[in-house]
């Protein structure tokens, strides 16, 4: 009996597994950069055809204090779309598509840092909004001694359009 004992006990030694380490992912943190596009007014045809109109700008003064959304510019449309972008190299822009529409490139002053981005490969994902045209804005005022006021402004700005880049950026480690 001691024989079948010893035999059993090294299988179930066999049977387990060395524990393994995991292998060390650098770690990082998620970091944004927003970047409002140039060029757009060139794409204006596609890019009303891929834009929707903001439910939210049809709310009322009311429904929007009870949305805590008082002095935010809630313009009149939207786009909420996952964006690529493309870059030729050499001095070319850097241009930003939805799907296959082309609705605008990132300003030269913002092309270095947008193309060091893509040639690391960090980039995780580019977030399109729109961010000029009509808007409606509700100003609270609060004065002394009386209730709060509201103004309900219709304004217009340039229409454009602003993506944001979510990137990963590894934390150096000193050793």
Do not use: C, W
């Not at 005022?141 to 359009?161: A, Q």
């Amino acid at each position: 009996m001691g024989i079948l004992k010893n035999l059993f006990s090294k299988k179930q030694e066999a049977q387990t597994p060395p524990p393994q380490e995991e292998p060390k992912r650098p770690k990082g943190i998620i970091k944004t950069q927003r970047h409002k596009l140039d060029n757009v007014e060139a794409h204006m045809k596609e890019i009303m055809e891929l834009v929707v109109k903001n439910e939210d700008y049809k709310l009322s003064e009311k429904a929007i204090i009870e949305d805590g959304r008082e002095n935010e510019k809630i313009y009149q449309y939207e786009l909420s779309e996952k964006a690529k972008l493309l870059f030729g190299g050499g001095v070319e822009p850097i241009q930003v598509f939805v799907g296959d529409v082309h609705i605008g490139d990132i300003k030269k002053g913002s092309t270095a840092r947008v193309k060091k981005l893509i040639e690391s490969g960090t980039i995780k994902d580019v977030e399109t909004e729109v961010s000029g045209g009509k808007y409606k804005i509700l100003k609270s005022y609060k004065r002394m001694g009386y209730s709060e006021e509201y103004t309900l402004d219709k304004l217009e700005d340039d229409f454009s359009i602003t993506i944001e880049i979510t990137y990963r950026e590894e934390i150096k480690e000193d050793v």
